[in-house]
């Protein structure tokens, strides 16, 4: 049932403006976004601004469209709003885009971008990279939702940096619009310099929060992002094309499925607590059991929504076929899909992949168990985009250490 919301309250408006500092606070001079309001907080802030009762529900629904139909981060190119509103709108708000720091392109397609944020509060300017994979039929953005993560697994580059803060939703749902305007994917007149014009139908098919952090850590901020994402008058992306990946938070798995119902996959990596509270330390917390159970309870699984298992592939580590056995019975009722990763290495990291002859035997006996259990391609690994490589660039080396960083990384993985 949709939220009713009374903008003659004066206490329910100044609640609503409450809600939108606390989401995004911001140092004096610089302009709040509309990028990741919901329509209720939209129409507070415009009602605020001096929009008269009457027109706020109608300019809501232009806004709306224009940032999200459109994909316009600029008032000016609002065409059916009259000079006089895009001045006062252009005024008091910001639709702009985050800055593009680096974007970098693998040879297999792959690009990967280094977005720069304003500060929020105290602080300095934050960066986090966002990652689209293309694939035949399809193009996957990986969303990040934290600068930094805590969770300290210790296969993962990004969880080697500290936690600077959570990203605000309308942080989290730029990157979802940058995206789409460098690969062309808006229906502008105009296509924006640099970007690539789709052949047919969109390049970005799919999103994933699979980026830097934890994304159930951030929850209310990653709700109202994906549901914004979801909204069939805006970016129209089906939940089914929406997948939140976590390392196993369970209370907030359970409102996952009851408050967003987007598809869930669970970065799992291990079947035995002692294995798992090293690879994922949040496990000395929510134990497997806890975990599973939270899957079997998640709302709308079946078949048809299926539960993707993350498991990395380490070297002697967990990649035994005593482990596919366990896997396998863990899992037994659970409709789900176990996603086979072979490990993606980093500067500093303790662990190998496996063999690639070990992965498919492994493979092969979750398959013949009945578990679909595909070996996912590394992508991007040449630019470091590849999945557990991401880190922010406020910890990275300069460029030309990078690069011959990556360059001796490809070479010694070419003679194992």
Avoid at 14 to 31: H, I
Wanted: with cysteine.
């Amino acid at each position: 049932m949709p939220l009713t919301i009374d903008l003659k309250n004066t206490d329910t408006r100044d609640a609503l403006a409450l809600r939108v500092k606390a989401v995004s606070p911001l140092p004096d001079g610089q302009k709040p976004s509309l990028i990741g309001m919901t329509r209720e907080e939209m129409s507070a802030v415009l009602s605020d601004a001096g929009i008269p009762e009457r027109q706020v529900k109608m300019r809501v629904q232009q806004l709306w469209h224009w940032l999200y139909v459109r994909g316009v981060s600029d008032f000016a190119e609002m065409l059916n709003v009259s000079r006089e509103l895009r001045a006062l709108l252009s005024e008091r708000f910001t639709i702009a885009r985050p800055k593009i720091v680096d974007e970098q392109i693998s040879e297999d397609g792959t690009r990967k971008w280094l977005l720069q944020f304003p500060s929020r509060g105290a602080g300095k300017p934050v960066e986090i990279e966002t990652v689209y994979i293309p694939e035949e039929g399809r193009g996957t953005l990986c969303i990040s939702s934290q600068v930094g993560c805590t969770l300290n697994c210790s296969f993962c580059h990004t969880g080697t940096q500290t936690l600077v803060r959570n990203l605000t939703a309308e942080e989290i749902l730029s990157q979802l619009l940058l995206a789409r305007e460098r690969l062309g994917d808006f229906p502008k007149k105009d296509t924006p310099q640099g970007a690539i014009v789709p052949s047919e139908g969109r390049k970005i098919t799919n999103i994933v929060m699979m980026g830097m952090g934890e994304p159930l850590y951030n929850f209310e901020n990653v709700k109202t992002a994906l549901l914004i994402a979801s909204d069939n008058e805006g970016l129209s992306l089906s939940k089914r094309r929406i997948t939140l990946s976590t390392s196993g938070v369970v209370p907030e798995i359970y409102r996952t499925g009851e408050e967003i119902g987007v598809m869930l996959a669970i970065s799992l990596h291990a079947v035995r607590d002692d294995l798992r509270n090293e690879l994922v330390p949040i496990n000395k917390k929510y134990p497997i059991a806890e975990l599973i159970q939270a899957c079997r309870d998640y709302p709308g699984l079946s078949n048809a929504r299926r539960i993707t298992f993350e498991y990395v592939m380490l070297k002697g580590v967990n990649d035994s076929l005593e482990d596919a056995r366990d896997l396998v019975q863990l899992l037994k009722g659970v409709p789900a899909k176990i996603n086979l990763i072979p490990f993606n290495p980093w500067p500093g990291s303790q662990y190998e992949c496996s063999d690639w002859e070990h992965i498919k035997v492994f493979a092969d006996f979750v398959n013949h168990a009945g578990y679909a259990s595909p070996i996912r391609t590394p992508r991007g690994a040449d630019i470091l985009a590849a999945c557990g490589q991401l880190k922010s660039e406020s910890e990275r080396m300069r460029k030309p250490e990078r690069l011959a960083l990556e360059a001796m990384m490809i070479a010694g993985h070419g003679e194992e």
